[in-house]
């Protein structure tokens, strides 16, 4: 009897290490959750980004230290119903198992570009998160909420999105290169 109780501890000890870890992918309807957009650069408002289908993207990235954030969640967009919240009934990112610290950021940006190109697409918006550092979560679900009231080292609160412009220093070359075009050309019609 004793062996059988044993072995079904050590079975139930083995099975459990390998119980995966949860996160909450998702924020609410609240104004420390929403995530903001920002165009003020190009004469525009600060509010709640629009709820205009499918214009926003949202990708979670996490790791086991915060320099190899590189296993990422599916791609969300943002709600058709609420400005400023990611789309989904519980986006909940199976991660490393449970009861284990991970690293995460959150990423959003524009739709019609790539994450790896909104960063300088002109006109596009892009925002991150800082790193955090939650403990997952055994499944099933709820997982570890990853928004929060405010920036802690363990939930992000909402964030910004700025429009991405172009550099002054773009600008100060563009404007050179017209200029010596047009002197070149008074110079050969002299």
């Known amino acids: 009897m004793k062996i059988k109780i044993i072995t079904m501890l050590s079975a139930f000890v083995a099975f459990s290490s390998f119980g995966q870890g949860t996160v909450s992918f ?4 609240l104004s420390t959750q929403r995530i903001q957009t920002n165009a003020v650069a190009i004469g525009g408002g600060t509010g709640s980004m629009t709820t205009a289908a499918n214009s926003f993207q949202f990708q979670l990235f996490y790791g086991p230290n915060a320099s190899s954030l590189t296993n990422a969640s599916p791609i969300y967009f943002n709600s058709t119903s609420f400005a400023g919240i990611i789309a989904g009934d519980g986006n909940f990112a199976t991660v490393y198992p449970g009861n284990t610290s991970i690293f995460a950021q959150a990423f959003g940006w524009s739709a019609g570009v790539t994450l790896a ?18 403990t997952t979560a055994t499944s099933p679900a709820p997982g570890t909420p990853l928004f929060g009231a405010s920036d802690t080292l363990t939930q992000f609160r909402g964030f910004t999105m700025s ?13 050179l290169g017209a200029a010596s075009l047009l002197l070149f050309r008074r110079r050969k019609q002299a």
């Open 163 to 175: 429009v991405v412009v172009p550099e002054p220093s773009t600008m100060v070359l563009a404007g």
């Open 117 to 134: 190109n909104a960063p300088t697409t002109v006109g596009a918006f892009y925002g991150f998160t800082p790193i955090i550092n939650p």
């Open 26 to 29: 998702q924020n609410a309807n």
